[in-house]
């Protein structure tokens, strides 16, 4: 019996609705406050918050910042509560000069820009960007044969519900959310960036919890806000945490819904 009891205690909980995932605290209070019967579960390093929003269950996790943490913090998540969807959320700085302070990215694809090959220079003869190309990630599939994915896809049903949600301090607009273990503040780099790898915005999390999700066969979609822009409004904005968390927290409670609704009619 000590085989099975292995098993049990092995197993990750029941499936959650939606895992939501947001860096810092300033960019989870609205989320949070709209979590009832909310539940702290502390895993290592990472903390998660477990609850309903309407009426369906829904995780909260806090992944703290950059590319380790975001993808450990996935790969926990999904192991520990087997999401239906994971969302990636909050702040980022513009890579699109149209892009302005509130506006949020609905990420079609999400890209790791700090992944690149550079060609051969000797001493002396400098670091030239215009030396360097994209480079991909390569994660196995089923078949245990290596996938690469030069940038990693939103979930179209998540992209389509998050474009559609109502929002009242800007856009809401479809693109390439970007990622790497940077602040960028050079608008010469920021504008190679954008031409390399297509990026709208940059963020440190996105592309490395995608890319879990991606290889743990999880649907994902990253929905980021624009909170400073070098092209327009260099200063960063915290309030914009505040306001892409609500608009997440009205989308869980709108899809939780519509599930509800669906069956219902069944």
Not at 100 to 109: A, L, M, N, S
Not at 228 to 237: A, I, K, V, Y
């Amino acid at each position: 019996m000590r085989w099975l009891l292995a098993i049990l205690l092995a197993a990750p909980a029941c499936a959650a609705d939606l895992l939501i995932q947001g860096a810092l605290d300033w960019e989870l209070q609205p989320l949070l406050s709209a979590l009832q019967n909310r539940h702290e579960v502390k895993i290592a390093a990472w903390t998660f918050w477990t609850g309903r929003i309407g009426g369906h269950d829904v995780v909260i996790s806090r992944t703290d910042v950059g590319p380790i943490n975001a993808a450990a913090a996935t790969a926990l998540g999904i192991r520990e509560f087997r999401p239906a969807v994971v969302i990636n959320q909050g702040t980022a700085g513009a890579h699109n000069p149209d892009l302005k302070v509130y506006d949020i990215v609905v990420g079609e694809k999400t890209v790791d820009y700090g992944a690149f090959n550079s060609q051969p220079a000797g001493r002396g003869q400098g670091s030239d960007s215009g030396r360097w190309s994209a480079l991909p990630h390569r994660l196995r599939d089923d078949s245990g044969e290596l996938a690469t994915f030069a940038a990693f896809p939103g979930d179209p049903a998540w992209v389509a519900r998050a474009a559609s949600q109502p929002y009242a301090h800007g856009r809401v607009v479809k693109g390439v959310v970007g990622s790497a273990f940077q602040y960028n503040r050079e608008i010469d780099r920021i504008l190679w960036l954008r031409r390399t790898y297509g990026s709208d915005t940059e963020d440190m999390e996105s592309a490395y919890a995608a890319g879990t999700a991606v290889a743990m066969k999880t649907p994902f979609v990253a929905i980021r806000i624009v909170s400073d822009s070098e092209f327009s409004h260099p200063h960063l904005e915290r309030r914009a945490g505040e306001y892409v968390a609500a608009f997440l927290a009205e989308l869980a409670a709108k899809c939780c819904a519509e599930k509800a609704g669906a069956g219902k009619g069944r």
